[in-house]
């Protein structure tokens, strides 16, 4: 059973930083890409970053001079440093990694709002 555990998320101001976290348990190997969509107030889910097991990123256009992904092996973690936020980032941000099947976690609250 593979379970994802989200940290980082909170309020912060137009133009601030957040960071987050996403830790793996459970048997998931060392060949897997991990990444994080995210669902903003009234709207349907979106693709936000992805970082395979091999070093390709992939960005939403809106945030690819802004966001950052990337992942310690050792810890079974992919983080997703955010800078320079704007108040349309504001979203429930979810983690994912995909195996034969693809585990979701339980989503973190980010506000962009001064």
């Known amino acids: 059973q593979v379970q994802l555990v989200e940290s980082g998320g909170g309020l912060v101001q137009p133009g601030g930083s957040l960071r987050l976290s996403c830790a793996a348990s459970g048997s998931i190997g060392n060949r897997y890409s991990m990444g994080w969509y995210r669902q903003p107030p009234g709207e349907q889910r979106e693709f936000v970053a992805s970082?395979?097991?091999?070093?390709?990123?992939d960005y939403l256009g809106s945030v690819k001079d802004r966001f950052t992904i990337s992942r310690d092996n050792a810890k079974n973690t992919v983080y997703l440093q955010m800078n320079s936020l704007r108040p349309e980032d504001t979203a429930v941000y979810y983690c994912?990694?995909?195996?034969?099947?693809?585990?979701w976690g339980q989503g973190t609250q980010d506000t962009v709002s001064s």
């Open positions: 970082l395979s097991s091999g070093g390709t990123t």
């Open positions: 994912y990694v995909l195996l034969s099947s693809v585990y």
